[in-house]
């Protein structure tokens, strides 16, 4: 017997107040140096109403601010275009009418719509992909680890440094997280997942251990070790159980520096 369809879900993200951001950032930049109101729609306000755009611009392009409603079929894609990236809340909506994109091989996850059912409020976690609830949990946890990493460099600054350098340098050498986490992401549709998840790690990270007062050098390489920590458990369902692979997962949860980090299943 053939396998049924699985339905596909449309997703919008908004700001955190429920509203929708302007479609191109750049657009909303010059509208609004120029004093004009940029309209928005709070989703938040419409659960279970059809809602209809408030100032539809030519289809399918990007002639405003605020064009069209812009769905995603893929939510680990939604952070690409959100304008102060996370945290955001994320709906579930079915469109209405005419629909359109710009390409299906351009963005085969995109639709766009002029109308719009707003269904229900999903978690926001889904907007880093499949793993997103993993993601957020050593996003909570990357300031105490951070706190941790600078206290063990602070107390042995010469040997922790030719450990973090040696792991840098396979870390480098195999191109774990900018090629084999990065293509992987792209792969599985979670690239602005990947991107989103990385900045707040590395930003969550380098706060954390300039706080705790080691050197510059130090911040930069804790930094990076939770950029790989947050990779390796974003893409985490993505690693296969060659040799290989595994030992790009141990370099990306940080092996060789002497401080586990919990993989969530």
Request: charged fraction near 20%; proline fraction near 7%; hydrophobic fraction near 40%.
């Amino acid at each position: 017997m053939a396998r049924s369809a699985r339905p596909v879900v449309h997703y919008m993200a908004t700001r955190p107040d429920g509203t929708v951001p302007p479609t191109t950032s750049h657009l909303a930049a010059y509208y609004s140096g120029l004093g004009e109101t940029i309209p928005t729609v709070n989703l938040a306000d419409h659960i279970g109403e059809t809602i209809d755009h408030p100032s539809p611009g030519e289809r399918w392009y990007t002639d405003k601010p605020f064009s069209y409603f812009h769905m995603y079929t893929r939510p680990g894609e939604i952070l690409e275009r959100i304008e102060d990236g996370w945290p955001v809340r994320l709906f579930v909506v079915e469109p209405l009418g005419e629909t359109g994109n710009w390409g299906a091989d351009f963005a085969p996850y995109w639709l766009m719509s002029q109308q719009i059912r707003v269904l229900e409020e999903t978690d926001s976690w889904r907007a880093f992909g499949h793993r997103g609830a993993q993601v957020l949990a050593v996003l909570a946890q990357l300031p105490d680890l951070a706190r941790q990493w600078a206290t063990e460099w602070a107390a042995d600054p010469e040997g922790t440094r030719r450990t973090y350098t040696a792991w840098e340098t396979r870390v480098d050498d195999t191109r774990a997280l900018t090629s084999w986490a990065f293509w992987r992401a792209r792969y599985s549709r979670r690239e602005a997942g990947l991107q989103a998840a990385n900045q707040l790690a590395g930003d969550a990270a380098a706060q954390a251990a300039t706080a705790a007062g080691v050197d510059p050098y130090a911040v930069a390489l804790i930094r990076l070790r939770a950029r790989c920590l947050v990779a390796g458990q974003l893409m985490h369902d993505r690693i296969r159980t060659g040799e290989y692979e595994q030992s790009l997962r141990g370099l990306l949860l940080g092996a060789g520096l002497d401080t586990p980090a919990p993989v969530p299943a």
